[in-house]
């Protein structure tokens, strides 16, 4: 009897240590995780005891400081893209406008010429579809973005509509004295994708290489295993490796790369199309070489396809 008793006291005092142990350490990890949420410290939770629960909880703790500090800075990252996309959009808005209400007021007060009226009338005329254009490539990736804009997903013969749509930039290539070098497969290659997303990101990818290409022009498409991918490679002398890492952001600009005819925004709505259709469109830097790559997925006959948004 007095051994049990004697047991029965031990264990109790060396539970009620143990319980007085891990109290004194909760206490040290509640004034650790206070310094740091007032900002004394950036140390993060650390355990001296040796006990799997409560080091399981410091670490949740610190994976949830990790996320907190993740998310404030992607707010001010959200916030800093903002200000610039509201700064660039000003200036691209406010340029065109400026423009045309000078030359409204030529058309007003000057004495003119016919010869010099058709000639203002006709600076107007441009100035004003480039600020529509420009409106309407911001309306157009704000509504792609959105998680309520839908695609219809269906079977794509690539090599056919790559072809038309190179049709129909014979004459911008020819103007500015480019033959591209077109590498097709023999074979018709499809693609589950919806037509109009792919051909929206095959003419913006074809109109960014009309605009800023120089010299050789090359556009291979060729299927993958599991892909069918777009090759368009051209030379980009003007651009640096961080210009091609931010080519997509649509808050970027490189000046001296900057078409007065555009908005900005055609690689962004290429992007966001790709991301849409479950595709990749990125963009490589080697030496002088800027090769805009796109993959889709091949279309594999007698298996079901899945729905995308």
């Not at 006291?9 to 240590?17: I, K, N």
């Not at 997509?248 to 992007?271: E, M, N, P």
Request: net charge neutral.
């Amino acid at each position: 009897m007095f051994i049990l008793t004697l047991i029965s006291v031990t264990a109790a005092a060396l539970l009620l240590a143990r319980l007085l142990v891990v109290r004194r350490e909760l206490g040290r990890m509640t004034g650790q995780l206070r310094r740091y949420n007032e900002r004394t410290t950036g140390k993060k939770l650390e355990v001296n005891l040796f006990d799997k629960r409560l080091e399981a909880l410091a670490a949740q703790i610190n994976r949830q400081s990790d996320l907190v500090v993740e998310a404030e800075a992607n707010r001010r990252r959200t916030e800093n893209e903002l200000r610039q996309a509201i700064s660039n959009m000003s200036h691209d808005i406010r340029t065109p406008l400026t423009s045309i209400f000078g030359y409204i007021q030529l058309l007003e007060v000057e004495p003119l010429t016919p010869e010099e009226k058709h000639e203002y009338l006709y600076i107007v005329k441009n100035r004003t579809k480039r600020l529509q254009a420009l409106l309407n490539d911001f309306f157009e990736l704000s509504l792609i973005e959105s998680a309520d804009y839908q695609l219809k997903a269906e079977r794509i013969v690539m090599t056919f509509l790559l072809s038309d749509a190179l049709v129909g930039f014979y004459d911008p290539f020819n103007e500015r004295g480019i033959t591209p070098d077109i590498r097709f497969p023999k074979e018709p290659v499809a693609v589950y994708a919806d037509e109009s997303a792919v051909r929206r990101v095959v003419e913006n990818l074809l109109m960014n290489t009309v605009k800023h290409a120089t010299g050789q022009v090359t556009i291979c498409f060729e299927q993958r295993e599991m892909t069918a991918e777009l090759r368009i490679t051209n030379e980009a002398k003007e651009l640096s490796g961080m210009d091609v890492r931010l080519l997509f952001d649509r808050f970027y600009t490189v000046d001296r790369t900057r078409s007065a005819q555009g908005s900005g925004l055609g690689l962004s709505i290429a992007k966001s199309l790709m991301n849409k259709m479950n595709g990749t469109l990125t963009a490589e830097l080697k030496g002088d070489k800027l090769t805009m790559v796109c993959c889709w997925p091949l279309w594999l006959q007698g298996e079901e396809q899945p729905n995308y948004r």
